[in-house]
């Protein structure tokens, strides 16, 4: 089983500064990482698969980067309606998700 | 668009099997490419795949869940299900049905609280 950690579990900050969240992978993953989005009492929504690439529809300021074990999920920005729960998702040995960052307003 | 459903009881007694049933509606459940899967997650707490089942027929579970589920599909209704045995407490979770291509899930469904409880 590949065991996915994100640090850190809580980060605070203010609109319009980065974010910077991370995601660790206990055996490499390749590229087959993903990030998701969710906000209280709605379902997650796909932002990021194989790494670095966007969804659709999923604005500018995400972005993804890493290979291997070490992934980051970058929010260049952040606008109010960013602030939620991320979890990161690996696709290489089945599938398992990371303990979620939240993503909380200074 | 493609939208998914969960249905079924919110309230299930200890020892007895968890069913849940996922709708699909704006897309045939038969279309190639697609992995059906249901994942879960604990109050308060993070996601967990609980597995899928390929348009082909095929199925895979997580391995710690492997010995109590079964996912099936019926293609004439547009859905598919997930049976949980044997539940107990700690299988109290929101329950969400999920369409994966490549096993990146881009739709859900709204997710449906059940309580495992006597």
């Known amino acids: 089983e590949i065991v996915l950690t994100q640090s850190p579990a809580t980060l605070s900050l203010s609109p319009g500064e980065r974010a910077t969240l991370s995601c660790r992978a206990s055996q490499s993953v390749s590229s087959y990482l993903a990030w998701y989005q969710q906000k209280p009492g709605q379902a997650p929504r796909l932002l990021i698969y194989d790494a670095s690439n966007r969804a659709t529809g999923i604005p500018a300021r995400f972005s993804g980067s890493g290979s291997g074990t070490d992934f980051t999920l970058t929010i260049s920005s952040l606008e109010p309606e960013d602030f939620a729960v991320y979890y990161c998702q690996q696709r290489s040995n089945w599938c398992s998700f990371g303990q979620g960052t939240k993503l909380e307003i200074k | 668009q493609v939208q998914l459903q969960e249905s079924g009881p919110g309230l299930v007694k200890p020892s007895q099997t968890l069913s849940l049933t996922c709708t699909v509606s704006g897309g045939s459940i038969s279309s190639g490419g697609y992995y059906w899967s249901w994942i879960r997650q604990h109050p308060g707490k993070g996601l967990e795949w609980i597995g899928y089942i390929y348009y082909s027929g095929s199925t895979y579970y997580n391995p710690s869940l492997k010995s109590r589920v079964t996912i099936s599909v019926d293609t004439s209704k547009n859905q598919f299900s997930l049976k949980l045995s044997s539940v107990t407490a700690a299988d109290t979770a929101v329950y969400y049905c999920?369409?994966?291509?490549?096993?990146?899930?881009?739709?859900w469904g709204q997710g449906t609280l059940v309580t495992v409880s006597s």
């Open positions: 999920a369409r994966g291509i490549q096993l990146w899930f881009v739709y």
